[in-house]
Structures are given as structure tokens and as C-alpha cells.
């Protein structure tokens, strides 16, 4: 365990009776608390790395993505890094990487199509889900009146933003592949009375790994008289829109791309792009912070976004992985992922299971095993279903032993043909 300069060896630690915990009796003038770890606490703080390490070995379940390499030195752990306010503006706060902030979503812009970002600004926030909910938030302010249309495949925090922020909603019909049912769509906007609409579509669903047909459906939304004036576009990109956009073979209605006439995009730090700790951007058109933008004298700098106080860390995180891995580094990801995830699909249909993996995907949805396997890969499910995904921080020798043991019980539970 990297226990940094600020430790002893547990042999070199006083007593615990010299040091732990405040003492409400101690007088004001008592000397300051040595900063060292008691021999108990780091025991724990080992048990814990052990427990994470341990728990790595084996996860196959979440989109997290656990090579963490480069990582951002250890030392600048040592520093409160706070990018207070708008990361156009800085703030009075000196400790800020508010400049890495820009570079980063100026990076991501360029994969969404190459944004122009004088008509493009983001931010990095606290995860994903914070990007959706200020994307919609953003939707709402553009369209005041508008309902907001998600897919039943949507994440979870989509209808959460809708009930925080009393936005009415609606959930439109998924395929069995878990996309939005674009006749659903024409459905809807044609019983919506010219209501304006702000549609939230998925890059990369939860459970399936499906991706939104954003062509297609601007192509519905525009026969049925919406037009940009009364529509506001956001995209969840949680997981793939740092996916697709490095995969040449992904046609273009699936891309992340502003181009197509997304207002918003989203995604989490923490999956493709592999920061040690949840977070996440959002970029949208620079009109829709315009609009909530208000100047903050206390900060010296705009609040354009959700949280006031942002996690410097996180920025550094993101700005030390886009910047070390790059195009390169993430096309190889992406590419060797997906052709992972195709061969342990066609694993396990050749011993009868009935496997859902979709195009451009690293999402391989199966049958859901009994509660041993789930526990020991952590595999999230719903429905009857779970689902591995092929990170680059999955092994080979991971899936292989997850095969086994998954295969193993499709032929003991008789389902196999
Ligand atoms: C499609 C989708 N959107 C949003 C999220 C939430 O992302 P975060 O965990 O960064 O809040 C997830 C998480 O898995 C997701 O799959």
C-alpha cells in the first residue's frame, strides 16, 4: 500500500492512548494532533486495500474500467484542487486545474464530432448521472413547457432527473434489443398536441448495450413537425460514447456527434475512460449556459454549473487518461473489447445459451445465473437477465474462468440442448 510521506511504519506509532479521536477534555492549548496513523487504523486501511484488490480480481458486471494507468502522481493527492465556478472563468480560488478541465472537454469535443468550441462548453462533474441531470436541466430551461421522452431502456437516473426537477415525462417502447422504438416515437410526438419535446436517447444502455438510433429519430422528430426550435436533444453516453466514436465499422446514426444535432452529451469518467473515482462531463451548445448562466461576485465567476464546488482530482484523473492513452490508446480499447465480447458470445451460443450482444457493444446479456456466480463476478440483473461487460481491465483468463463456471451450471440446470 503507497501509505505516502506523511506515515510511519506501524512499529514507529505511539500508543493508542497518546493519540486517536478528539478529546473534548483536551485544553485549547494542547499540542496539535501528530499526523500519523494509529497502528489499528492502518490495519484497516490494509484489510481495505486487500478487500478492493480482491474484488477487482473478479468483477466482470459493472462498466468500470480498473487498469487505472497512468495515474496522476500520488502527490498531488496532498492538495485541496477545487474548480469553483464556471471553468471559463476560474474563481477566486488559486488552487484550481480549471485550464486541464478545458483541455479535456475540448478533447472530447473533437471525438463528438469535432465541436467547434467557441459554439460548444462542458464541464467535469460528479458522474454521469450529474451530467444528465444538468443536461436535462438545461433541456428544460431552453423549452420551458416541454415533456421529457426517454426509452423504458434508459438509465434509471433519466426519470430521476424528470422527478427532481418536475419535468412531466413519458417512456417510449424499447425493441427487444433494448433501443427506443422509433414508431413509438412518431406515436407519441403525434399525440402531443405540437407540445415541445426534450428527448433524452441512450449511447450504450444499461443493461443491453444498445445504442439509440439519434439519426433516426431526429428524421421522426423533424416529419412530425419538430423542429430544432422545439426540441432539445440529450445524449447519455455513459459507457459507449466513449466507445462508438473510436470504432470505424459504427455507422453514423449511432455516433455521439454534435453534428447530427444533439444539444447535450454525457459521460462517466470512471467507465471507458478510467479514473480512479466516479466522475464524469457533460458538453453542450454554449446558448443553453448562456441562458442559466448568472454571475457570482462571491466567487468572482459564473455558476454554469450543477455543483458549486468541483473535484479538481477528478479533473486531473480525466485530463491524465485522455491525454496519456489518446485516440490510439482508446480505438485499440474499443476495438479489442468488442472483438472479446463476440467471442465469448459465440462461447457461450455454442453450448445453447441465448445471448444478447449488439452491434458495437461490450455488453454480453445472458440468462441470469444462480446467486454463486452472481456474487463472485458481480453481475448486475433484471428481468431473468445479466450481463458481463468486456472492459479493457478484464482479463482473458477472467472470462475463461467465468465461462467455466457459467457453463458449468447451464449444463447441470439441464438447459442446455
Ligand atoms: C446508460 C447509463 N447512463 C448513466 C449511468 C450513470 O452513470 P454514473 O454511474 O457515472 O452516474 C449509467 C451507469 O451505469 C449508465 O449505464
Known amino acids: 500500500m503507497d501509505l505516502g510521506s506523511d506515515t510511519r511504519a506501524p512499529d514507529q506509532h505511539p500508543e493508542p492512548s497518546q493519540q486517536g479521536g478528539i478529546d473534548m477534555h483536551q485544553k485549547a492549548s494542547s499540542p496539535p494532533a501528530r499526523h500519523i496513523l494509529s497502528r489499528a487504523m492502518l490495519d484497516t486501511l490494509f484489510d481495505t486495500e486487500l478487500r478492493v484488490r480482491r474484488a477487482n480480481e473478479t468483477h466482470l458486471g459493472y462498466p468500470y474500467n480498473l487498469g487505472i494507468v497512468p495515474r496522476v502522481p500520488t502527490s498531488l493527492g496532498a492538495y485541496l484542487i477545487n474548480n469553483l465556478g464556471d471553468p471559463y472563468a476560474g474563481s477566486h480560488y488559486a488552487a484550481e486545474v480549471c485550464a486541464l478541465e478545458r483541455e479535456a472537454i475540448a478533447w472530447l469535443s473533437q471525438v463528438w464530432g469535432g465541436a467547434d468550441m467557441d459554439l460548444y462548453a462542458g464541464s467535469i462533474g460528479a458522474s454521469g448521472t450529474e451530467g444528465n441531470i444538468w443536461g436535462l436541466y438545461l433541456g428544460r430551461e431552453a423549452l420551458p413547457t416541454a415533456i421529457l421522452l426517454h426509452g423504458a431502456d434508459a438509465h434509471y437516473s433519466i426519470p430521476k432527473a424528470a422527478r427532481i426537477q418536475r419535468i412531466d415525462s413519458r417512456m417510449l417502447r424499447s425493441t427487444p434489443q433494448g433501443e427506443i422504438d422509433l414508431d413509438d416515437l412518431a406515436f407519441v410526438l ?165 445471448v444478447l450482444l449488439n452491434p458495437h457493444s461490450l455488453t454480453v446479456v445472458f440468462p441470469e445465473p444462480p446467486e454463486d456466480i452472481q456474487m463472485t463476478y458481480q453481475l448486475p440483473c433484471h428481468m431473468g437477465l445479466a450481463h458481463a461487460i468486456i472492459m479493457p481491465s478484464v482479463t482473458d483468463s477472467l472470462i475463461e474462468r467465468f465461462l467455466t463456471d457459467y457453463i458449468r451450471w447451464f449444463r447441470l440446470s439441464g438447459r442446455a440442448q
Open 190 to 354: 403525434d399525440d402531443l398536441g405540437g407540445r415541445p419535446v426534450i428527448l433524452a436517447l441512450t449511447c450504450g444502455t444499461t443493461m443491453k448495450g444498445a445504442h439509440d438510433d439519434i439519426a433516426g429519430a431526429i428524421r421522426v422528430l423533424d416529419a412530425a413537425g419538430y423542429g430544432p426550435d422545439r426540441r432539445y436533444i440529450h445524449l447519455d453516453g455513459a459507457l459507449n460514447a466513449m466507445v462508438v466514436p473510436f470504432l470505424s465499422a459504427a455507422p453514423a446514426a449511432i455516433r455521439p456527434d454534435f453534428g447530427l444535432g444533439i444539444d447535450s452529451i454525457s459521460t462517466s469518467g470512471h467507465k471507458m475512460i478510467g479514473t480512479p473515482m466516479p466522475c464524469g462531463a457533460l458538453i453542450c451548445r454554449r446558448t443553453h449556459l448562456d441562458r442559466i448562466s448568472r454571475a457570482i461576485a462571491y466567487l468572482r465567476s459564473n455558476d454554469t454549473t450543477l455543483m458549486g464546488s468541483r473535484n479538481g482530482h477528478a479533473v486531473l484523473a480525466i485530463w491524465t487518461r485522455l491525454m496519456a492513452h489518446g485516440v490510439a490508446g482508446y480505438t485499440q480499447d474499443a476495438l479489442r473489447c468488442t472483438l472479446r465480447a463476440e467471442d465469448m458470445a459465440a462461447a457461450l451460443r455454442d453450448v445453447g445459451v441465448d
